[in-house]
Each structure stands twice: as structure tokens, then as C-alpha cells.
């Protein structure tokens, strides 16, 4: 009976769905109730709900034409070395790249995290309340998590010239198969200040469902063992209908790994331990996290890529007149691309 009641409720989900989406090609915005009826029908369907809605925004919206896209991750172009990232996305869900950001970039932006202010995200059992806004002293946390504001990490140069990069675009958007948008910017401290993990900063089992589809490039700024918190994630858990419903029936929630163990193999639970400057792209629509901190810290900066802007509520951040030559250029050329920091 619970079954018939659930599947009864598709139709109404999928009618709050259009009607949302009808709302937000008006307004640019998407209602509340749209972006939840989005997560309701993944959850209901196991995935295929998110295929079919990304499958009509690629008939829309057509891939862009890069003429280069030679950068970090070399030439995304050359299809020898595209295509192996990308059947590995789709089969597997994550990609390790063998290139890294280079050693004075990454010591640049390790500089910037330990002298430019952040703020400590609440941790589980904190009252509500706006985030404290302080610097991160190494060795000396006060909390789990220190995330940085999107708006001063847009103004930073080393991570202009990042999103200039079209190599990262261009991998996106062939897996889409439609034009990306550059939709969540990020970065954040892990710290050993908990003797356990803590759900408010992730260190739990859970699935991403912001948009219909994205991919994000996750990028280690500092050396990662397994002991200072390495991104774990659920190999092939991404895929629709790979998800089981004993999982999926808890909604978008945190998971434990003895919940996540009962359901998928050892050797699928991946942990990426690692050196700095390392580049992991996954579709987070698989199980992930980042694990609980046992020894030092952990700096990861992650540069999101989305199918759409239909989805989740991000506090609106916008790109000044201040921007390195490349991002510039970039952006004259493809104003869609950064659609969700202009204007």
C-alpha cells in the first residue's frame, strides 16, 4: 500500500515540477516547491526522473563551439583524451587526472586560505545562527568546517584565471551533452577540532540534487592522507537505478557508512588520498564526503559545473569590473557560461 500511495504521488511531483519550471523561464528564480518536487521524483524514480528533465534541456540548449580548450586539464578537444574521462564519469561516476594545478598555484592559494578571513559553519548541536566570521589558525581549530565567501573567492586572480579555463567547460559539457553554466564556486577547511564526524560539514554518506545535472571539479590545496580527511565517494552510485530504495526511501539525507556498507561493495567506497594540486572530477548525484579529519586539516577548493540554473538557492554573487584579461576575454565570448555571477 505504501508503494501504490508513493507512485500515486508522481503525477502531482511532476506537475509541481513543469509548473515551477514554467516560473522559473519567467523569473530566473525557481520556486521552493518546484526545486523539492525535483528531489521527490529523483527519489521516487531512482535517478531517471533527472535524465529525462536533462535530456529536454539538451535539446534546447545546444553545446557551445570552443575553439580552444587547451588548459589545466590539457587539450579537452583531442578526443584521446577526453573520452577516457568521460566514459569513466559515466561508469564510475569520478575521474582522477594525472595533470595537477601547478606548485606555486597551489601555494598561493594555501597563502590566501591562512590570511584572508572565512567563516566557521555551525556544527551539529549549534543553535542556529549567522556564521562567524574569523581567520583559520593551523593547528588551532575552533571548528570542523571554515568556508570562504563566493564573492571574495571571485575576486581572488589564481581563481579567475581557474574559471577562465575552458578546459574545465569543455569536459563538462561534453558530458551533458548540452552548454554548461558555472554555478557553485567553493572552498573550505577541514579540521581535526571533532573526534567524530560531523554532518553539517559533510563527513557524511549523502547525494548532491541542486540541479537536473552538474559535475564538480573537486581540487586539493593541501597533501591529503588518510588520516587528514581524503573525499570519499560510492563508485557507480551516480547511475539512475543503481541507487536502492532502502536509501533513497530516507529522502536527502545524511547516511552512515555502516548504512552505505550494507548496500554497496567494499571496494566501490573509494577514498581519494592524495597530493596537493590533485584534480577529482565526480557527478555528486553519487554518494560522497568528505571523511571526519582523525590528524592536520584539509584545504579542497571546488569549482561546479550544472546543466541549469533551475534548482537550488544560492545567495546571489556577482563578478566586478576587475577581472584578469583571460576571464574577461572568456566572458565576452560566452556570457552563458558565467550567467550565475553576472548581472
Known amino acids: 500500500m505504501k508503494s501504490v500511495k508513493r507512485w500515486l504521488r508522481g503525477p502531482w511531483l511532476v506537475l509541481k515540477l513543469v509548473v515551477g519550471w514554467f516560473i522559473y523561464l519567467v523569473s530566473r528564480k525557481t520556486p521552493a516547491f518546484a526545486h523539492q518536487s525535483m528531489i521527490n521524483l529523483y527519489c521516487l524514480t531512482r535517478g531517471y526522473s533527472?535524465?529525462?528533465?536533462?535530456?529536454?534541456?539538451?535539446?534546447?540548449?545546444?553545446?557551445?563551439?570552443?575553439?580552444?580548450?587547451?588548459g589545466v586539464l590539457g587539450n579537452v578537444l583531442e578526443k584521446e583524451r577526453r573520452e577516457p574521462v568521460i566514459s569513466a564519469l559515466r561508469d564510475q561516476g569520478y575521474y582522477v587526472f594525472a595533470n595537477r594545478l601547478p606548485e606555486d598555484l597551489c601555494d598561493r592559494l594555501l597563502q590566501y586560505a591562512i590570511s584572508h578571513p572565512c567563516k566557521m559553519r555551525r556544527m551539529d548541536g549549534d543553535r542556529l545562527g549567522k556564521p562567524v566570521s574569523t581567520s583559520y589558525h593551523r593547528g588551532s581549530p575552533q571548528a570542523v568546517r571554515y568556508d570562504f565567501d563566493t564573492q571574495d573567492l571571485l575576486d581572488n586572480r589564481d581563481i579567475q584565471r581557474l574559471l577562465a579555463d575552458l578546459s574545465f567547460a569543455a569536459l563538462a559539457q561534453s558530458y551533458f551533452g548540452s552548454r554548461p553554466v558555472v554555478d557553485v564556486l567553493s572552498m573550505w577547511w577541514h579540521t581535526d577540532f571533532s573526534d567524530h564526524p560531523d554532518s553539517e560539514a559533510g563527513q557524511y554518506f549523502h547525494f548532491d540534487m541542486d540541479r537536473p545535472k552538474w559535475l564538480k571539479f573537486f581540487i586539493y590545496?593541501?597533501?591529503?592522507?588518510?588520516?587528514?580527511?581524503?573525499?570519499?565517494?560510492?563508485?557507480?552510485?551516480?547511475?539512475?537505478?543503481?541507487?536502492?530504495?532502502?536509501?533513497?526511501?530516507?529522502?536527502?539525507?545524511?547516511?552512515?557508512?555502516?548504512e552505505v556498507r550494507r548496500e554497496f561493495a567494499g571496494s566501490d567506497i573509494i577514498e581519494f588520498a592524495a597530493p596537493r594540486g590533485t584534480i577529482i572530477v565526480e557527478d555528486t548525484r553519487g554518494l560522497h564526503k568528505g571523511k571526519h579529519v582523525e590528524k592536520g586539516d584539509r584545504l579542497m577548493l571546488q569549482i561546479q559545473f550544472s546543466n541549469s540554473l533551475f534548482g537550488g538557492f544560492y545567495p546571489k554573487t556577482s563578478m566586478g569590473n576587475d577581472l584578469s584579461a583571460d576571464l574577461k576575454k572568456s566572458v565576452e565570448q560566452f556570457p552563458g557560461l558565467y550567467a550565475a555571477y553576472l548581472g
Request: hydrophobic share 30%; proline share 5%; charged share 20%.
Open 221 to 258: 590545496l593541501t597533501d591529503v592522507e588518510t588520516t587528514s580527511g581524503p573525499h570519499g565517494f560510492v563508485a557507480g552510485s551516480h547511475k539512475s537505478g543503481r541507487m536502492p530504495s532502502s536509501l533513497l526511501g530516507k529522502g536527502y539525507a545524511r547516511l552512515t557508512d555502516e
Open 50 to 70: 533527472n535524465d529525462v528533465l536533462s535530456g529536454a534541456i539538451g535539446f534546447f540548449e545546444r553545446p557551445y563551439r570552443f575553439s580552444n580548450a587547451t
